[in-house]
């Protein structure tokens, strides 16, 4: 047998996770070097699940992720399988009455913490309004769905003829999106897909630059979806003449080739301004980092979610934004993000966008996925405080400084650790970080995906040695590594803060290498018609 | 100046409408073979607008496309303008108490009616189930947004490696979409994505075959979206088995490329049996059309529109399916509709769907967009039965035989003129015609969209010749000729079904030989979490 491994997410925990293939038998004795040193097993643990660490009397508070998830129900003595008919089980809070800004201590007071973190930099594309690009694209924007073969064209023939005469232009990305003239405009949530889809153009990996096609009898004209102004621009031109716009109803357009020829026309001088860009040493503070997992197992919560975790505290304390999402993953442990707010005022920001989201879910008529499942329960998860927190621990041990609401971008001042407010879908998700500002996607999986977006790198984290092993060429980052005893958390919140500053710099991760990458999925909560 | 015209939509109509651009000065004498012929002009009147064709006592019944659009406040000359400021109108129905399949004739009764309809066929392939094909595609269906990364990429690589050795087969069509884990599965209007990714699968374009490629752990499992014996077989396979699928999760799967050659290698056989079909004549009974506009102008009701209802009328009296859609366009004209159904069951479907549809609207605290704009009545359209009935004249004159939710599929019995009940969004409309079973679609439009279907071919009829002529590569059918008098709506009726017919039978559209479409959106009205 491999020897026996226990994995705890906090100093202050009681429990920890068995970390082994087919769990501990009763009578093993955990090694030195692992949470529990020198405890006996009392019996049988299986995969994933909880080992009391200290004797649990009758009525004390069994914490994991320095969370109180329970109370044991009778006496539990250390080395017992601390499973869920041991503990009474906290109800999932309402919204009302939660402790607001009562935790706001900052990372893990143990972090290790070398002085050379202040000073690191990345490679990167500095933009005219001081943000600054981890790739150089060019990005054709569009308002309406209409456009999209046209442009999907034009994409190619830019790829093709075009980016070898521009060889520092990483790429050209067509921003295309279901939003047509069927999204009810002026409906009230419509709002969200408008200000997404403006959004998304402002990202910081398209240099500040952009390119719009319009049909041009859209209800989202490009002087709505982006008014003069939009762009800060930093050479000459006239920053109130807006963006660079081909309106395929133009009257000059006689016959398609005369659209496409005009896009490519249009997009030559955009090229060539970001071809003469080059990248420049830049402090980590200016990353945006979106977190999000996908295709979750038993060890998302325990080994990448967790590694993640720490390596966002490292980016906070560098100065960096680091955004963590997903309503209703982090829906059942509210309690712990509005205790964790810097302020009040972030606590009641929360509280506004779940308790807007419970009531669009309401209106749905969608239970809000409240309950563990009996997946959830024989993969080690005593309940719904305990779930989710397995995936808010991807946010590290910060204040929450900021909440952003869905589709909205980031203000340069909005540093640290940000719940953006996102529905959990990946593709959705990631579509709103990209308009938040993210210049760089950090996504776990322990099933497996092949996730990836045109706009941004996306490093992808496994959660077992098995998936990256198999998935060599889709994983980028193996955080299976901690439950093999190979690395500690730390190690590996290390390693992945030093992989995305070789990413951030210009190393492509594995999707850009194969050119994968997923659809733009608009969030609309509004009616279409 | 060029010849006085003017348009009208039926005999028993007593306006008509001025052609003419700039509109007609007072004491313009219409000439012979126009309605109205030999009438003087008391009064200029626009492009776009109505004039009396009878003198109008106060009180009668104004009468466009043989609807009572209003009635004359005072009384109306014979050859003035009929402005809405002239007609009391006419309040939007409510859906209590409609009338009920009382209007259920048939074909216009002066329909010219040449014998040979009956006898004519198109070239189209043959399906297992009986249905036709007018294209010979290879799909890859998908279960989830996931994947879609990798089957774009492996669609590349049949398009440029394979599909070459099948000269028969006319492309290669990844069923790509935004369902992804994020719509709640459970939600009771899930169903409706659920049902239109399956039945897209489905379409008779693909040869009753397809090759699904699945996540492997994604919450709708491929079992679910296409149940063993979704497909009739024809050959010695066992239809038990379910269509060939591949799994990326699959723990065969070892790296990325392994999971492309594993598509690849599924697809070949797939490919071969689709090489192996010939075309056939076959009646046309066995067109399953679907129409639709968008980018309409103050044209699209007076020549286009009316020209597709005529072919729509032919096409019903040769037995083939015609579908119409698009509710909150027709919602307004609702008491058209239900007079026009076949049965009394057919009319309360029409009321079931557009209530349904109302109440969902009224949910997103949408209003129906139930008022003509300004911009409408500077056209012309004096009030929202009128705009409606520009919309529904797509339809031609027969009962409507069937009403379809959105995302389900026709029945190989239900044919004739079908309500397919669906979002106007042109996306979305076509998506759910598609998974009705749709091999061709017709899509007018006077302000001019590059639309277009990878799976179906779509003839873009333009309302006006500029717009033809301008986009002469584009647009594939010009309606305009009717407002130019070069063609009466009868003409271009016939001469649209002459090239539904080339069409249906291999003639490539505009956006086929550009490679042009547009994406697979999904009507989705469950939430997303
Ligand atoms: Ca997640
Ligand atoms: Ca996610
Ligand atoms: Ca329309
Ligand atoms: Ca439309
Ligand atoms: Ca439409």
Redesign the pocket.
């Known amino acids: 047998m491999t020897k026996p491994l226990t994995i705890a997410m906090h100093p202050a925990d009681n429990v920890a996770i068995v970390a082994n293939d087919g769990g501990l038998p009763a009578g093993t004795v955990l090694p030195e070097g692992v949470p529990g040193a020198g405890l006996v097993l009392r019996e049988a643990v299986p995969q994933g699940h909880k080992v009391a660490l200290t004797d649990l009397p009758a009525g004390a508070e069994v914490r994991r992720y320095d969370v109180p998830i329970g109370t044991a129900l009778a006496d539990i003595p250390a080395g017992s399988w601390v499973h869920e008919r041991r503990l009474a089980l906290r109800p999932a809070r309402e919204l009302e009455g939660l402790p607001r800004s009562t935790f706001a201590t900052g990372p893990h007071p143990d972090m290790a913490c070398p002085p050379e973190l202040t000073g690191r930099t990345f490679m990167g594309y500095r933009n005219a309004d001081g943000s600054v690009g981890t790739r150089n694209l060019l990005a054709i924007t569009t308002t309406v769905q209409c456009v999209a073969g046209v442009v999907s064209h034009a994409v190619d023939r830019i790829r093709r003829e075009l980016l070898p005469q521009f060889p520092n232009v990483d790429g050209v990305v067509g921003l295309e999106h279901s939003y047509g003239c069927g999204v009810a405009i002026d409906a009230p949530d419509a709002v969200i897909p408008i200000r997404t889809v403006r959004n998304l153009s402002l990202n910081p990996n398209f240099g500040g630059e952009v390119l719009v096609v319009s049909l041009g009898c859209e209800k989202l004209q490009p002087e709505r979806l982006l008014p003069p102004g939009s762009f800060p621009i930093a050479d000459g031109r006239d920053p109130a003449s807006g963006p660079e716009t081909v309106c395929l109803q133009d009257a000059a357009h006689v016959g398609f080739h005369s659209m496409i020829e005009d896009i490519l026309d249009r997009a030559r001088p955009i090229l060539a301004r970001l071809n003469a860009r080059r990248r420049e040493p830049v402090p980590l503070s200016e990353l945006v980092v979106g977190v ?3 295709g979750s197992d038993a060890f998302s919560g325990v080994t990448a979610n967790p590694a993640v975790g720490y390596a966002a505290d490292l980016l906070v304390r560098a100065g960096a934004t680091l955004m963590f ?2 309503n209703t ?1 982090v829906r059942d442990a509210v309690e712990q993000l509005t205790r964790r707010a810097a302020t009040p005022e972030v606590a009641e920001g929360i509280v506004r966008e779940l308790g807007w989201y419970d009531r669009y879910l309401e209106r749905g008529r969608v239970d809000r996925a409240a309950n563990t499942t009996p997946g959830n329960k024989a993969g080690g998860l005593s309940n719904i405080t305990e779930k989710a927190m397995g995936s808010i621990v991807k946010s590290g041990s910060a204040p929450i400084a900021h909440v952003l609401p869905p589709g909205e971008k980031l203000r340069r001042d909005q540093r640290g650790l940000v719940y953006a407010a996102t529905p ?3 593709f959705i ?2 579509t709103l970080q990209l308009a938040a500002g993210m210049n760089l996607h950090i ?1 776990t999986t322990g099933r497996g995906t092949p996730y990836g977006l045109a706009a941004c790198p996306v490093i992808k984290v496994a959660t077992r040695s098995d998936l990256a092993r198999r998935w060599h060429d889709l994983m980028d980052f193996n955080a299976g590594r901690i439950a093999e005893g190979e690395l500690s958390i730390e190690q590996a919140g290390w390693a992945l803060l030093e992989q995305m500053i070789a990413t951030a710099s210009g190393q492509p991760t594995w999707a850009e290498k194969h050119q994968l990458h997923n659809a733009l999925v608009l969030f609309n909560p509004a009616p279409v018609t």
């Open positions: 999000q997992c996908g999402s997903e993953e959990a879908s990946d998700c990631g996504f």
